[in-house]
């Protein structure tokens, strides 16, 4: 079980920010689903030109993806900068990420962090996560576990699956923090039920070892399925291995020898040699 960096921060921050009613006629809905055409794309231009911050992100989001108009990540960036300026959260997020990614500007981890900092020091939740990513694999900043631990926690208050996953991590190894099973197992919990598929295995994993927690193996069971069912190759080895062994089930080669094959078809090496 290892923290990963996630790649598709940029469209969960997309999805998080709504423009407010002052950029009304630029149809955030249409860009989102990207079904925007000339017409909202001109509704937006003219607001953002006007220096309305909500407009300047819009557009910034259409040229960076070529929605409504040519694609063009450098003005895209150059529109997310403005909002940026003026406070806009959002902005400051995607602007880092175009750094972090080296799209419509010049590659800067530095930069990148700079901009995920202002972000999350609005309480912007998906930067306070990926401020926790900085540091913890000293991207931009020097490495700094109990950083990356603290601004985890901070993101996990505002209810950002993908930092509880880690912080129950960090609990749950000593992180940058002490160990702590029974912690681990809440922000895994609260993780999974927003349907992390990670969490869900690793609360699986605490329940049927008993480590946080009374030991359970029906709860276990619960979220190892939950996990596969959510593509978790961890997860269906798991189960392949509670049906062999008939472990708080009856025993059951088939269910077994099913859950296997899935495992090794997700990756699995060990499934792949149960099978062999």
């Not at 409504?68 to 400051?92: F, I, L, M, T």
């Not at 940058?176 to 994993?205: D, I, V």
Request: net charge negative.
């Amino acid at each position: 079980m290892r923290i990963r960096v996630l790649p598709a921060i940029l469209a969960l921050a997309l999805s998080a920010a709504v423009p407010s009613a002052g950029a009304a006629g630029c149809d955030w809905d249409a860009i989102q689903s990207g079904k925007a055409d000339s017409s909202v794309f001109s509704a937006c231009e003219e607001k953002a030109r006007a220096g309305n911050r909500d407009a300047e992100h819009a557009l910034g989001n259409m040229y960076y993806n070529g929605i409504g108009a040519a694609q063009d990540p450098a003005e895209g960036v150059r529109w997310w900068r403005k909002a940026a300026e003026q406070g806009d959260a959002a902005s400051q997020l995607n602007l880092g990420q175009a750094y972090m990614e080296g799209k419509g500007v010049a590659q800067d981890d530095a930069e990148a962090f700079s901009w995920y900092r202002k972000a999350a020091e609005q309480g912007f939740a998906p930067a306070e996560f990926l401020t926790g990513q900085m540091y913890a694999f000293g991207k931009g900043t020097a490495e700094d576990q109990a950083e990356a631990v603290r601004w985890w926690r901070k993101a996990s208050e505002h209810g950002w699956a993908y930092a509880q996953y880690n912080l129950g991590h960090a609990l749950e190894n000593g992180t940058g923090t002490e160990k702590n099973a029974a912690g681990a197992l809440s922000w895994y919990r609260r993780a999974a039920e927003q349907g992390h598929a990670g969490a869900e295995y690793n609360l699986g994993y605490l329940y049927r070892e008993g480590k946080g927690g009374p030991q359970d193996n029906a709860e276990a069971l619960s979220w190892f399925r939950k996990a596969a069912d959510h593509g978790s190759a961890d997860a269906q080895y798991a189960l392949g291995v509670i049906y062999a062994d008939g472990t708080g089930v009856p025993a059951d080669n088939e269910a077994a020898a099913s859950w296997f094959d899935a495992a090794c078809r997700n990756g699995s090496r060990k499934a792949c040699d149960v099978r062999r």
